[in-house]
């Protein structure tokens, strides 16, 4: 095994195709269909990497973006405003099929600027170049299929329903003002999970990218502008500092935030109206993987390898914590242990690299001391190199045996630290699901067909997906996403996520001769986008 500071590259080594030729030093923001130049102070934007030149190491800068503050979130919330016009401007009382023509014109210029984007992600938080061009890929296909979605929500509401002599029309409006808000881990897919649905649906929005993986959204500034009405889509870069006033305004009536539980409590609580604030949340995780006595060890092994060291274990849907029967923990761990040997460290350029530097300033720290707390009350590190730190670097570890007496136990450590707790009674684990916080996912290992209908039963109302002989994981998006407890609220999919962005709205006449010719006069002259028997092929 390498050392982990012999990884590290010196510039000239780099391959052409991850160069950075010079930082992007960004001083434009997007408000009101216009980039505008800021003024104020800015954020310097260093990679986790560390590169060197002349044996003389230190991160290397990606670039610069606005830090922005109170008066510049007033800035978006008055053009977000302006855009929605209390439910009357041109995008919310725009018709379907005009604003999937303004979507899908934006994507064919996003798919553009892949290549920059995914170089962005690959700098910015260390993912490897892969999965970064996966997520980039991903994103463009979450596009299509949620335009697809809206296609078919549309078609199914382009007629009349007659009931009790009332003849109606029910289609979804959308909410108003939304303020989206992604994650470090995926910046790209998560963002445009909740941004696309919004858009779809009628709603102006402001996005605020996440604290790690910010400029990947330059380049999409200007398709942004030029694919939208006026004041659509604002794009602002800042912290706290920005959000709280966006929030007490009062204007936002929708946050779709990807963060922690604390975050999200924080933010809804400086909306002066919480109650009218409609929010979309996916929040912290602490997936466990049972692994039963019947299991098939090659399986359960190389699943929760990958499982929970995807990404050096930094996705929300990563096993977290591992309970193996007694009786297979030694082999398990061995298995384990040789599945760790074929995740490779390193650069993220390097072919199959799976462990990369760690984007989150102090997150090694915090790393380290859970290694510290556990190896205290009783665990140790049983895999070769576990928990050696150089720099950004961290090399997976696995805990064992792991008990409740350890913070590792309960907090979600969001990297590659593998807690596993050996149990004899299936009681230790369902005991453990009952009383955590989170209600993401669990995975269940055994091929005892009873055994596994057991589990199934109470565990659905735990958890929101329980996987058989299978990791932890969001998609296929067609399916819902969301979490019970502290880990999510609202759910997203392609369709849910439609829902989620909008409200049930009818308009209703009494079946009378006058009315019906009424209506009928209204959908053959095609005089409203709403009331409308117009079908989207």
């Keep these: 095994m390498k050392a982990l500071g012999t990884l590290f590259p010196e510039d000239s080594s780099i391959p052409e195709q991850f160069r950075l030729d010079a930082p992007l030093d960004e001083t434009r923001y997007l408000v009101d269909g216009r980039l505008l130049d800021w003024k104020g102070e800015m954020q310097i934007v260093d990679s986790a990497i560390e590169t060197g030149v002349d044996g003389v190491y230190a991160p290397k800068r990606i670039g610069s973006c606005p830090l922005m503050d109170g008066a510049a979130g007033a800035e978006a919330v008055a053009s977000v405003q302006k855009a929605w016009d ?84 029910i289609r979804r409006a959308p909410l108003g003002p939304t303020l989206c808000m992604g994650p470090y881990n995926y910046p ?21 990218p996440p604290r790690h993986g910010k400029l990947l959204f330059v380049p999409l500034m200007e398709p942004f502008r030029d694919c939208f009405p006026e004041g659509v889509v604002n794009l602002v870069f800042g912290n ?21 539980s604390e975050a999200a409590n924080a933010m809804r609580l400086s909306h002066p109206s919480p109650n009218r604030l409609r929010c979309i949340l996916g929040l912290g995780a602490k997936n466990a993987a049972v692994i039963m006595e019947s299991a098939d060890l090659d399986l359960a092994a190389s699943e929760a390898v990958s499982g929970s060291l995807s990404f050096s274990g930094q996705r929300c849907t990563a096993l977290k914590i591992l309970f193996v029967h007694e ?28 462990i990369t530097p760690m984007p989150e300033p102090g997150k090694i720290r915090y790393l380290t001391e859970l290694l510290e707390d556990a190896e205290a009350h009783g665990a140790k590190v049983v895999n070769p190199g576990g928990g050696a730190v150089d720099r950004s670097l961290f090399h997976p570890a696995v805990l064992y045996p792991v008990n409740g007496a350890m913070r590792v136990y309960h907090e979600e450590q969001f990297g590659p630290v593998v807690p596993i707790v050996p149990f004899r009674d299936i009681e230790t684990p369902i005991r453990y699901l009952i009383e955590s916080r989170y209600g993401q996912q669990m995975s269940i290992f055994s091929d005892d067909a009873g055994e596994v209908a057991s589990l199934i039963d109470p565990m659905v ?66 005089a409203s986008n709403f009331l409308s028997t117009d079908f989207i092929m």
């Design 327 to 354: 009786s297979l923990a030694e082999e398990f761990i061995r298995r384990f242990n040789e599945g760790i040997k074929s995740m490779p460290i390193g650069m993220p350029w390097d072919e199959g690299v799976r």
């Design 188 to 208: 790209l897919n998560e963002t445009f999970a909740t941004l696309i649905p919004a858009l779809l649906m009628g709603n102006p929005v402001i996005i605020k």
């Design 86 to 169: 209390h439910g009357m401007g041109v995008w919310p009382t725009m018709s379907v099929a005009d604003r999937i023509a303004h979507v899908e014109e934006f994507t064919h210029r996003m798919i553009e600027r892949r290549e920059e984007i995914v170089r962005l992600m690959l700098w910015e938080i260390g993912k490897p170049y892969k999965e970064s061009c996966v997520e980039f890929d991903r994103t463009v296909e979450y596009i299509r299929d949620t335009i697809d979605a809206l296609k078919g929500l549309d078609r199914a509401s382009s007629r009349f329903v007659i009931q009790s002599g009332i003849y109606a029309q």
């Design 461 to 526: 109302n735990q958890v929101c997906r329980v996987n058989v002989n299978c990791l932890c994981q969001r998609g296929p998006d067609s399916f819902p996403f969301t979490g019970r407890k502290d880990s999510a609220e609202g759910t997203l999919s392609v369709d849910d996520a439609l829902r989620c962005f909008s409200i049930r709205t009818l308009v209703a006449a009494k079946g009378t001769p006058r009315n019906k010719t009424l209506l009928a006069e209204i959908t053959r002259d095609h």
């Design 240 to 260: 706290r500092q920005l959000i709280k006033p966006i929030l007490e305004s009062g204007a936002i009536s929708v946050l779709a935030f990807i963060g922690s």
